[in-house]
């Protein structure tokens, strides 16, 4: 029987869980619908836009997430060394210390990608720029920040990938250890602990 909604907030994170598991290309309207316990009816009823709306939905959601609790911080917070560990401990909390895909990333390497492109390079390119200017108020160059910075993410996707394929949450924990220590020059817990 399908279930009460107040609203598409209610049913997005069940959606994004969907397309993290799928792809875009295999979250049908069917797993979407047992996902939530909605109809097609309800689900067109939130989303008159269908797959596209809900993925694009989907991909504002976790942009606001990032926004909010890394990228702004990054920008904005007077300790560029705190504001890169708090980075590096809500990017483990928000990937499960590895156990949970980058969505992102799922559709920056599938059909998706032309579909949502704006959106995916928005979001890489922001990570990328955030890290890159807390790294330069830490007094690295621009062009030594903008290097460090692109290493750190792709380290970090890599390291989702890793942690991923081995079934080893430690592996990431270990990759988000050596990018504190490349950034800051300290272990995370350190370098966390040194201005707090």
């Known amino acids: 029987m399908p279930r009460a909604v107040a609203g598409r907030g209610d049913i997005l994170p069940a959606i994004a869980e969907v397309f993290r598991e799928h792809g875009y290309e295999g979250a049908s309207l069917a797993l979407i619908g047992q996902r939530t316990g909605l109809g097609k009816g309800s689900l067109y009823h939130f989303f008159p836009g269908g797959k596209d709306e809900m993925a694009a939905a989907v991909l504002a959601e976790i942009d606001a997430w990032f926004e909010a609790h890394m990228f702004g911080p990054l920008r904005d917070h007077a300790e560029p060394d705190v504001a ?21 990333g799922v559709f920056a390497l599938g059909d998706a990608r032309d579909r949502f492109g704006s959106a995916v390079q928005s979001y890489f390119a922001r990570w990328v720029e955030a890290l890159a200017e807390a790294l330069q108020r830490g007094g690295r160059e621009p062009s030594a920040a903008r290097a460090l910075a692109e290493e750190a993410v792709a380290a970090i996707q890599g390291g989702l990938v890793l942690a991923r394929a081995l079934q080893d949450t430690e592996a990431f924990t ?23």
């Open 84 to 104: 890169i560990v708090a980075m590096l401990d809500a990017t483990d909390s928000y990937f499960r210390s590895g156990g949970r895909v980058c969505l992102i």
């Open 174 to 196: 270990r990759t988000l250890g050596r990018i504190a220590i490349t950034l800051t020059g300290r272990p995370r817990s350190a370098a966390g602990m040194a201005s707090a």
